[in-house]
């Protein structure tokens, strides 16, 4: 008998602001007891619901269960930046721009994007939670502008459409003189991350798929022609399985040795009154990217996203235990508290209400881990930095694959090489966090 027992379950660090900014949710229901389906999803964010609901749309009277180790958007659902970017965005390299020509890459984007914003109108998710906004890349010095000029001439080269900003219309839109320069595209949604994977969550139950939480999955076995998934209460026996939980994939067995597990950390301000309000300016709603990908993300929303907040995001360290330590969430506390002033002097003294730690999981090669993993065994993991859009597809793609469905999605995933291994520990752990501190050094005003 094949058997995956798991060696760990999420530790997560600091609340969810864009779940705690949100009304309550009604009281979770746990799995309890043993169940039959036809497939059972371990994971639910973006990836897991994306991967329940293709397989809804393809399995016309399936039973299918999700499983979810905390609450919906609890997770790393609900600790991102709320981005569903379209264009290219890799993380390691300069300016975003990746590799070659990325026309492909940016209509599997789309691909996601479209998917997401059809589960908004099916299932009536609120409007603000999914708004089509575009973003910019700000840059705030001379350097920084040039790797802006650098991306744009990337995206003119591919004919993407896409809009320069000069520091005037940069204040105009963020009330900040920080911003020498940015970058409009304007094909990013900005999501309220939390009320989208709520409301997705919610649809889903609605067309009988059934959605459990609190019931983290401790081990996976194979019993003749199904797997049997155990949580501490009760147990599903599935024809098929998708692991949809990123980089706690290796907590089950799998690439090990090749998933860098990094935390990236953000605050967020108490509601602003209107005093603040007035002496900010700009606009209501935006979102502003570093021109370096080290640099801070800025983002500001309004009371249809869960109040008048801005929310700062900086700061990343490597945890190959897949838990982020207090003493980072008070470090990296204090990098917002300066990144923030450094943009928003008038608003000096504004508290932050709320602090977290939110877990990427990324491959040295930035390649994803969307195949079989065993038979009836798929994965939809290693998002690499790109939650939102990149956990969709690869949530289509398992559904598909587990469909025996061939695609654009699928294909693109499973030519993909394996994960790079990663050198042996401690040096992994001690390299990869001394070259992003210094990273975070050299990204300076950004």
């Known amino acids: ?124 998710i609120d409007r603000n939670f999914f708004d089509p906004a575009g973003k910019v890349n700000g840059a705030a010095s001379d350097k920084a502008d040039a790797l802006n000029r650098s991306y744009a001439r990337h995206l003119t080269g591919l004919g993407e459409a896409n809009d320069y900003l000069d520091a005037q219309a940069m204040a105009d839109l963020t009330g900040s003189r920080h911003y020498l320069s940015g970058i409009y595209t304007p094909g990013t949604v900005m999501l309220q991350p939390a009320g989208y994977i709520r409301g997705l969550g919610e649809g889903l139950r609605r067309d009988g798929i059934g959605v459990f939480e609190n019931s983290p999955v401790t081990g996976i076995a ?9 949580t501490a209460r009760g147990k599903v026996r599935a024809g098929k399985v998708i692991l949809a939980n990123n980089g706690h994939l290796e907590s089950f067995g799998f ?17 602003l009154d209107a005093s603040a309000l007035k002496k900010l300016g700009g606009r209501p709603r935006w979102g502003v990217t570093p021109s370096d990908p080290m640099g801070t993300t800025m983002r500001r929303i309004d009371p249809g996203q869960g109040g008048n907040r801005i929310v700062t995001r900086t700061c990343a360290t490597f945890e190959p235990g897949m838990e982020a330590g207090e003493a980072a969430l008070a470090r990296t506390a204090r990098v917002h508290r300066e990144k923030f002033e450094e943009r928003f002097p008038q608003l000096a003294g504004a508290r932050m209400e709320y602090t977290w730690a939110g877990h990427l999981c990324l491959s040295r090669n930035a390649v994803s881990v969307m195949h079989e993993l065993d ?72």
């Not at 194979?222 to 155990?230: D, I, S």
Request: glycine share 10%.
């Open 1 to 124: 008998m094949t058997t995956y027992v798991a060696r760990r379950t999420p530790v997560h660090r600091g609340p969810a602001a864009w779940s705690a900014i949100l009304p309550g949710q009604p009281a979770p229901v746990a799995l309890t007891g043993d169940r039959t389906a036809d497939f059972a999803v371990i994971g639910g964010g973006f990836a897991g619901l994306s991967a329940a609901r293709r397989l809804a749309q393809l399995n016309p009277g399936a039973a299918i269960v999700v499983l979810e180790a905390s609450r919906l958007a609890e997770g790393a659902s609900g600790r991102n930046s709320g981005f569903m970017i379209d264009l290219p965005h890799e993380l390691t390299s300069e300016d975003y721009a990746g590799h070659g020509d990325d026309r492909a890459v940016i209509a599997l984007n789309r691909q996601a994007i479209d998917f997401a914003r059809d589960a908004v109108e099916t299932y009536g």
């Open 222 to 230: 194979r019993q003749g022609n199904a797997w049997e998934v155990a």
């Open 255 to 271: 690439a090990k040795n090749r998933l860098m597990h990094v935390f990236l950390y953000a605050s967020m301000t108490v509601d």
């Open 375 to 446: 038979r009836g065994l798929y994965a939809a993991t290693v998002c690499n930095g790109l939650g939102t859009t990149r956990s969709t597809l690869t949530g289509i793609g398992a559904a598909e694959l587990a469909s025996g469905i061939e695609s654009a999605v699928t294909r693109h995933f499973t030519a993909e090489t394996e994960p790079t291994r990663l050198p042996p520990p401690p040096f992994a752990t001690i390299g990869a966090n001394a070259f992003l501190r210094w990273k975070e050094w050299r990204a300076g005003r950004e």
